[in-house]
């Protein structure tokens, strides 16, 4: 069966994550629905990540074994439409050997968080950032994140159920980034790893955010790490700011001109 790569855009809010569950809405179950459309086997797709409750993707990685050979602006546009009204979209397709797996063949997932530093409420915005009204002073919030970037065991920022077999990581990115708009500031949170632990990345910014507030400082955060203790961590931030914006491959599937 050809195995299709598919580059998947969605908005988290109104799914319990990613993975299919029996009594929830999941964008897996989603996709998988709108490939039943199109064949008559059922098919069960593989991601590069699972997302949690919430969290949105501008660039979330799977891969379909599909029953015929699709061109794949067709099968793009097919899905597209069987995916209708959900806030799920196929940004693009490739077709791939039958070995290439979009979990395993993976070298890094890319993550974006953005915290909006205002405090008029967020109107265009709801749902889509983590707001906070009080200032933040990003310096700070800097220095502290180059005491998370490196090779660490990462037990204080993981969630306790988390089921990955060892803490350590390497964190290869944790930058930060002020962007001013019109109607106020943004703070980025770029953070870039081969494989993250659960609820890692939203650890890092409820704790960064105490640095920025004045509450912590940098040399705190480094504490934290070295404890190796859950209850060391600051606050966990909510989901809605969270992003996975993009995964590695030593050969992008992507990278292929369209063909249509």
Not at 69 to 78: H, K, M, Y
Request: aromatic share 8%.
């Amino acid at each position: 069966m050809p195995r299709y790569a598919l580059k998947i855009e969605y908005d988290g809010a109104p799914f319990a994550g990613w993975q299919r569950q029996k009594e929830h809405p999941s964008v897996q179950q989603a996709v998988e629905t709108a490939i039943s459309r199109l064949q008559k086997a059922p098919v069960t797709i593989a991601a590069a990540g699972r997302t949690d409750a919430g969290v949105h993707a501008l660039a979330q990685v799977a891969h379909a074994d599909m029953e015929r050979d699709w061109e794949p602006f067709r099968l793009s546009e097919a899905l597209n439409y069987h995916l209708k009204p959900h806030p799920v979209a196929i940004v693009a397709v490739a077709r791939t050997p039958e070995d290439w797996h979009a979990r395993f063949s993976a070298t890094e997932r890319r993550y974006l968080f953005r915290l909006l530093n205002r405090r008029a409420p967020a109107a265009l915005l709801a749902g889509k950032v983590w707001q906070v009204a009080h200032r933040l002073d990003p310096e700070p919030m800097r220095e502290a994140a180059r005491h998370l970037v490196g090779r660490h065991d990462f037990t204080t920022f993981r969630a306790s159920e988390c089921q990955a077999d060892s803490p350590v990581r390497t964190l290869d990115q944790l930058d930060i980034e002020t962007v001013d708009t019109a109607t106020g500031r943004e703070f980025h949170f770029h953070v870039r790893a081969r494989a993250f632990l659960h609820n890692q990345v939203r650890s890092f910014v409820g704790t960064l955010e105490r640095v920025g507030a004045g509450s912590w400082s940098p040399e705190d955060v480094r504490h934290a790490l070295e404890a190796r203790d859950r209850a060391a961590c600051g606050p966990v931030c909510p989901p809605h700011g969270l992003y996975l914006a993009g995964v590695g491959y030593p050969d992008d599937p992507f990278d292929a001109p369209p063909t249509a």
